[in-house]
């Protein structure tokens, strides 16, 4: 986070905390978050794409909680100005938790329940992207029940596919979420409509006739951790020639057109995001281009980002425990060091093979740096924290390992394997700490066991 300093002593500090004193207050492993730096990437991105856009169209910011939610989080999304893009009915649960207007809320999820439309139609939620064709027929029907109308979206699959520094352009996602653009074949006609015969087409045609149903705009999200403005720029293209394709069919002007989140964010040195004010203008730039060639006026936008707000103002503590020096190679020794957490509070590496960094917090010791791998202490030996780093030789039990740019995927991807607890996350703010989440406890825990807690 922007607000990490060292006290002279050479302490790390998180918004101006002593790391140290998080440590012996709270307990680790301790997820710590920069209320500030949360919130100002937050402001940044309603920044950079508002201002890009203007002054033909506005932008509308959903801040992605999957990535991060708790209600203090959902408080400062919306306090910066931005709205909240749920996936579930447990996350919806948050942001009303939070007092977020419906109006400002959006769902999404490939597999919706009744119950989680059901509650969504009548909140009056301000979106429900909807992701398959019958999910498009349950809600007019549940819609029509409730004698309400639903705000509805549609996902679509836009045929880019971004993973992270590629752009490969499938002619049929093999995936589970959206409705491809891509025609079923065997449906091809002699149409000058590329799209017919494809299930987006499909979708549109039945969200526009369905009642109950007000379809507002499309919606793509082609991937995650991505770099470069390409693979935005090439969905927002192929979306706005759709787009242009249902007014000339139907006359229909679908007002909003919303590209998702993903923008990248560094987690080692080797990574070089661009800030949101570059991809935001090279957007704003493929989508006048492509308006103005399909002589369509200029939607209005929204966005999802998640982790690039929540990602950079997290920090993980852990104490260093056994430290074991293993012979890789001839003449290499990597030093395993133990931590008292690991994959069930940042599973990523074990599930995406991501990369983090790490720094000593608790002091700062100069002299010989050696070859380091920070490992949890789970029984598996794929939970590995941080998969190489160079740390003083000094580490040693007891000091503070500090993590950073954990704050997305990590606390919501968290598990009690092996019955470990959750740790708590604490934000910091100019010098103050206030816990969000308290450390999970074996009594939490065994209180769902019906063999030592009966009902
Ligand atoms: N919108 C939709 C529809 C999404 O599916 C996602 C992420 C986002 C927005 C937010 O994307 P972001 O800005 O955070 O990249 N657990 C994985 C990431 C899964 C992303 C799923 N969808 C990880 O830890 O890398």
Request: some cysteine; overall charge negative.
């Amino acid at each position: 986070p922007s607000d990490a300093s060292r006290t002279e002593q050479g302490e790390l500090t998180l918004g101006g905390v002593p790391v140290s004193e998080l440590a012996a207050t709270y307990g680790t492993p301790l997820y710590v978050v920069s209320e500030d730096d949360f919130r100002a990437r937050a402001r940044g991105f309603v920044t950079a794409f508002s201002q890009a856009f203007a002054p033909e169209t506005e932008v509308d910011v959903f801040y992605a909680g999957k990535a991060f939610l708790t209600t203090h989080a959902a408080r400062w999304a919306t306090e910066e100005g931005l709205n909240i893009d749920t996936a579930s009915g447990g996350e919806l649960s948050i942001a009303l938790a939070a007092g977020v207007e419906p109006s400002r809320i959006g769902l999404h999820g490939n597999n919706k329940s009744d119950a989680e439309i059901t509650r969504a139609v009548e909140l009056g939620l301000g979106r429900i992207i909807a992701d398959s064709l019958e999910e498009i027929s349950r809600i007019s029907t549940i819609a029509g029940r409730l004698n309400r109308t639903a705000n509805v979206m549609l996902r679509l699959t836009p045929g880019v596919h971004a993973s992270t520094h590629e752009y490969i352009a499938t002619a049929h996602e093999d995936q589970k979420f959206g409705l491809s653009v891509t025609p079923v074949p065997g449906t091809q006609t002699a149409d000058p409509n590329p799209y017919l015969g494809s299930p987006a087409w499909s979708a549109v045609e039945q969200a526009l006739a369905a009642p109950g149903v007000e379809l507002i705009g499309l919606h793509c999200h082609i991937g995650s951790q991505i770099f470069e403005p390409t693979g935005f720029e090439l969905a927002a293209q192929k979306l706005i020639g759709f787009l242009a394709r249902v007014e000339a069919a139907s006359g229909a002007v679908l007002p909003e057109l919303d590209l998702g989140g993903g923008h990248g964010i560094a987690y080692t040195e080797a990574d070089h995001p661009r800030q949101p004010e570059e991809i935001a203008q090279a957007l704003a730039a493929a989508v006048r281009a492509a308006c103005a060639e399909q002589g369509i006026s200029i939607p209005r936008i929204s966005i999802e980002p998640g982790r690039s707000i929540a990602g950079p103002a997290g920090v993980t503590l852990y104490s260093a425990g056994t430290t074991k020096d293993v012979v890789v190679q001839d003449g290499i020794t990597r030093r395993y060091i133990a931590v008292d957490g690991g994959m069930g509070d940042n599973a990523r590496p074990v599930l995406y093979d991501a990369d983090y960094s790490a720094v000593l917090g608790s002091r700062k010791v100069t002299g010989e740096h050696i070859l380091s791998r920070i490992v949890g202490k789970h029984c598996e030996s794929g939970d590995i924290v941080v998969r190489n780093v160079y740390l003083p030789a000094a580490v040693t039990r007891g000091d503070i390992l500090a993590v950073p740019a954990t704050g997305a995927y990590c606390h919501s991807l968290s598990s009690n394997y092996n019955y470990l607890t959750r740790p708590a996350v604490v934000a910091v703010k100019q010098g103050q700490a206030q816990v969000l989440i308290r450390r999970e406890t074996e009594e939490m825990m065994l209180a769902r066991d019906t063999g030592f807690a009966p009902d």
